[in-house]
């Protein structure tokens, strides 16, 4: 039987922009983060050619649908 560990954050789903203005979404901590990233983070790349405004949106629906985010590791 495996056994595992699970862990849960809540993140924020906030839009960024690259240098070059291409709009990215990234998940920010809203308090104790997931202990597996350490001082990072986790960014999503969205598909080239994606507005700002439609960025915006699918962060907007992401805050709205996404209540946690999980890590589970599988200990041996």
């Known amino acids: 039987m495996t056994q595992s560990k699970t862990e849960r954050a809540r ?10 203005g291409a709009p990215w979404i990234m998940l ?3 308090g104790t983060g997931l ?6 983070f986790v960014g999503l790349e969205l598909t080239e050619g994606t ?3 439609e960025a915006e949106a699918l ?3 992401l ?5 946690a985010v999980t890590f589970t590791s599988f200990l041996s």
């Open 63 to 67: 805050r709205r649908s996404v209540s």
């Open 51 to 53: 507005s700002l405004q």
């Open 35 to 40: 202990g597996v990233l350490g001082n990072g």
């Open 59 to 61: 962060a907007a629906t």
């Open 11 to 20: 993140y924020v789903f906030a839009v960024k922009e690259f240098a070059d």
């Open 28 to 30: 920010e901590r809203s």
